[in-house]
């Protein structure tokens, strides 16, 4: 297997290509699987925490080692824009109208972003949302995350 991330580094080897932010290893790369409470995974969890955000171990035995990040989420931070790095603001106006989540609307190039005050529409500041490490890039549901287990053409799958 071959992998590319959006920091255009190829590694080689199985699980998903992400670079954590904040934790104990920020900017070190998750380690899948990887064993946190004597359970393998093989993707970002929750596991263990009450707020919701996804993380990972960067060693492979997270409950000897203790090291991890948290995985990209636009509620930690945003990329590019003309915030430096702020996370989003939920819910945001744009146009008028509210948003509760990244979008598409007025971009041509499809990128998902978001604003980063309440009133993208007084302020114009914003940010592009990054891609999560458990979100999908393309069909009918774009940008919004992935739910394990799932069944597709009658096979369970949990990563």
Same mark, same amino acid.
């Given at each position: 297997?071959?992998?590319?991330? #959006? ?5 080689? =080897? ?12 920020? !900017?070190?790369? @998750? ?20 707020? =919701? $955000?996804?993380? @990972? ?9 203790? &090291?991890?990040? *948290? @995985?990209?989420?636009?509620?930690? $931070? /945003?990329? !590019? ?20 989540? +990244? ?5 041509? #190039? ?5 604003? /980063? ?10 940010? *592009? +949302? ?12 774009? !940008? ?11 096979? &369970?799958?949990?990563?």
């Amino acid at each position: 297997d071959s992998h590319f991330d #959006d920091d255009e580094l190829w590694t080689l =080897g199985d699980g998903q290509v992400v670079r954590v932010k904040y934790g104990n290893a920020d !900017g070190e790369y @998750c380690k899948f699987p990887f064993l946190f409470s004597e359970k393998e995974y093989n993707s970002c969890t929750d596991a263990g925490r009450s707020d =919701g $955000f996804l993380w @990972c171990s960067t060693t492979y035995n997270f409950d000897t080692d203790g &090291k991890y990040g *948290f @995985c990209p989420h636009e509620s930690l $931070f /945003t990329m !590019g824009g003309n915030s430096d790095g702020q996370p989003c603001k939920f819910p945001f106006l744009f146009e008028g109208r509210s948003f509760d989540g +990244c979008t598409t609307e007025g971009r041509q #190039d499809g990128y998902r972003w978001c604003g /980063t005050t309440e009133d993208y529409d007084r302020d114009k500041k914003f940010g *592009f +949302c990054p891609e999560t490490a458990m979100s999908t890039v393309a069909g009918n549901s774009e !940008g919004q995350p992935c739910v394990f287990p799932f069944i597709f053409l009658g096979n &369970k799958y949990d990563s």
